[in-house]
């Protein structure tokens, strides 16, 4: 059974950072992209990062471009975003799944999610 565990969200006021984190189960991680999303209040879900299965390759929408920043660990099944200079514009849940390739639809169920609110 997959499992996807998203973690590391909270509140935060405009400027600062968080790391979110994404443990996972039940596939074999390490063979698949793997991709952030969020969705904030009232608007669809929308990819935000996502990252080759070797790291080679990262792409990011362009409101956070120079923010964030995506990476994996193969051995630890875990994926990573590194949220930095945040802003109030970024307050969403945020969401990890795998893609069959970079510009494919999320592979699974979508988990809980974590909430990451931006406000001071």
């Known amino acids: 059974q997959v499992q996807l565990v998203e973690s590391g969200g909270g509140l935060v006021q405009p400027g600062g950072s968080l790391r979110l984190s994404c443990t996972t189960s039940?596939?074999?991680?390490?063979?698949?992209?793997m991709s952030w999303y969020r969705q904030a209040p009232g608007k669809e879900r929308e990819l935000v990062a996502d990252i080759s299965t070797l790291s080679l390759t990262t792409h990011y929408t362009e409101s956070v471009k120079g923010r964030f920043s995506i990476s994996r660990d193969n051995g630890q099944h875990t994926l990573f975003l590194q949220m930095n200079s945040l802003m109030p514009e970024d307050t969403a849940v945020y969401y990890c799944?795998?893609?069959?390739?970079?510009?494919?639809?999320?592979?699974?169920?979508w988990g809980q999610g974590t909430l990451v609110a931006v406000s001071s």
């Open positions: 799944n795998a893609l069959p390739s970079f510009g494919g639809n999320p592979l699974y169920a």
């Open positions: 039940g596939f074999d991680f390490q063979d698949y992209p």
